[in-house]
């Protein structure tokens, strides 16, 4: 049986038991409802059904493969990401003066469900991006706002992060990767990381990777860990 978004059920939830009316009565999202959410839900069905779902068997039949040093996805995974690029849903809810939508997070979430329904293994790479885009959006400084919001949330670069360890995965708190701070201003990181989900691929023209690392004056557990971009 052919996927088939569930734009109708989506709709239900956010209506009957999400409690969506909360967000309309914002005043900055006051024109998110009604015929607004379910045009944007519909557009994004569309391409789920259209683009997306066909490719969960070209993956299955033909996994990425490692070529000459470069990671080469399933046949059709690189359209199908630019699809989704060029259609603006990876900044979906990216702040406008990025160039993003705007939308609630709520909407955003129902996007992204059925995005994930119709190919999950695609659909991790602009999931992995806006969470880059969240924690740049909260506390990069200006000029790496300016530098990479701008090309992450068009989907021209993606993100990823670089959490686990040979040592450390579910337990964050017992990475081992260690920052040390230059003369210039920037680190130099040491340590190994496994796992590292859309951490290289043939979709996007750069792969943006946020890395999680312990400062040399950092506290034990995940009190002493940062973020590097």
């Not at 038991?17 to 998110?32: I, K």
């Not at 690392?213 to 557990?221: Q, T």
Request: proline share 5%; net charge negative; with cysteine.
């Amino acid at each position: 049986m052919p996927y088939r978004s569930p734009v109708d059920e989506v709709l239900f939830l956010l209506d009957h038991v999400a409690g969506y009316d909360q967000v309309t009565r914002t005043e900055r999202f006051a024109e998110m409802g009604g015929d607004m959410v379910q045009a944007i839900l519909a557009e994004a069905g569309k391409l789920c059904d259209d683009v997306l779902a066909p490719l969960q068997r070209a993956g299955d039949l033909e996994p990425a493969r490692l070529e000459n040093g470069v990671v080469r996805t399933s046949p059709g995974f690189a359209d199908g990401y630019r699809a989704i690029a060029q259609g603006g849903w990876v900044g979906a809810t990216a702040d406008p003066e990025h160039g993003g939508m705007g939308l609630p997070n709520a909407l955003g979430m129902a996007i992204n469900d059925m995005m994930s329904g119709a190919c999950l293994a695609l659909q991790l790479a602009p999931l992995l991006t806006v969470g880059q885009i969240e924690a740049l959006e909260h506390h990069a400084p200006d000029w790496i706002k300016d530098l990479y919001l701008p090309k992450l949330t068009s989907g021209e670069w993606t993100g990823t992060m670089n959490l686990t360890e040979p040592g450390a995965g579910s337990d964050v708190g017992a990475l081992r990767s260690k920052a040390e701070r230059l003369d210039d201003g920037s680190y130099a990181i040491t340590g190994q990381k496994i796992f590292i989900t859309w951490g290289d691929h043939d979709a996007a023209e750069n792969v943006c990777h946020l890395v999680l690392a312990r400062l040399p004056d950092g506290g034990a557990g995940t009190k002493g860990i940062s973020l590097f971009l």
